[in-house]
């Protein structure tokens, strides 16, 4: 590999680092002061990938073990994150309980998966590719049931929609990388492809993101009143008869 090749991996994977800090200051520029629900779950999610990123960066420096045990902790963790954020911005009652036990299933599966059938040695492209597949189907009927709403044409300048669309485009982009990374990690062609399409998705998540925290809370939208026609007084109509 040429000494080119090597500064620009180096450079897409600094820059893959520092751009988990984009949406944590796009927060805390224009939502500070918010408190939605929503909005705390990304951001604790926010605050998760930048220690995940730092500690990842610093396993592979001291060449740590622990980093497969990071990767495994990451993708529960992840789930969780945006498992609640669905089961919040879903309305009816029977979403939010599908939404519940889907992530409580996926939390045990994953779990057991890696402790007893993968035994803490190596990346667990199953459980991610199950992950990949619940998000996607997620992101994919919660924007079909909005589109199918009343208010369809607000839901592109929303918040929830934005960090919707930013994680179907995440997730459907690394699906199959991750599926078959446990059986192709020792092909060196495959890890440098690896690493470029991982560490770019991973930047335009964040880049995302970024545009998300620019956006409105759903709930500020909801609220807004319905437009009406005017009251008009009888007198207008008598002037307009007597003319």
Request: glycine letters at 2%.
């Amino acid at each position: 590999m040429t000494q080119k090749i090597i500064t620009i991996l180096k450079l897409l994977l600094y820059t893959g680092i520092f751009s988990t800090l984009l949406p944590l200051i796009f927060f805390l520029l224009f939502k500070r002061n918010n408190k939605e629900k929503e909005l705390k779950v990304i951001l604790f999610y926010i605050l998760y990938c930048i220690v995940n990123e730092g500690l990842s960066f610093y396993f592979q420096i001291t060449r740590s073990t622990n980093t497969t045990i990071l990767f495994a902790l990451y993708n529960i963790v992840e789930f969780s994150f945006l498992g609640y954020f669905f089961y919040l911005i879903f309305r009816k009652q029977i979403e939010k309980k599908i939404t519940f036990y889907i992530g409580i299933s996926y939390i045990l599966f994953a779990s057991i998966d890696f402790i007893y059938f993968n035994k803490w040695k190596a990346f667990d492209s199953f459980a991610s590719g199950i992950e990949s597949i619940i998000i996607i189907l997620l992101c994919i009927y919660f924007l079909f049931s909005q589109i199918k709403g009343s208010n369809s044409l607000l839901i592109y300048s929303t918040f929830n929609f934005w960090v919707v669309i930013t994680f179907l485009i995440y997730f459907s982009g690394t699906f199959f990388l991750y599926l078959i990374a446990d059986s192709m990690r020792e092909n060196v062609y495959f890890q440098k492809l690896y690493f470029i399409i991982n560490i770019s998705f991973n930047i335009l998540k964040n880049i995302l993101l970024c545009v998300a925290m620019t956006m409105k809370i759903n709930h500020t939208i909801d609220k807004q009143p319905t437009p009406s026609l005017p009251e008009l007084d009888d007198d207008i109509f008598f002037y307009n008869n007597k003319n």
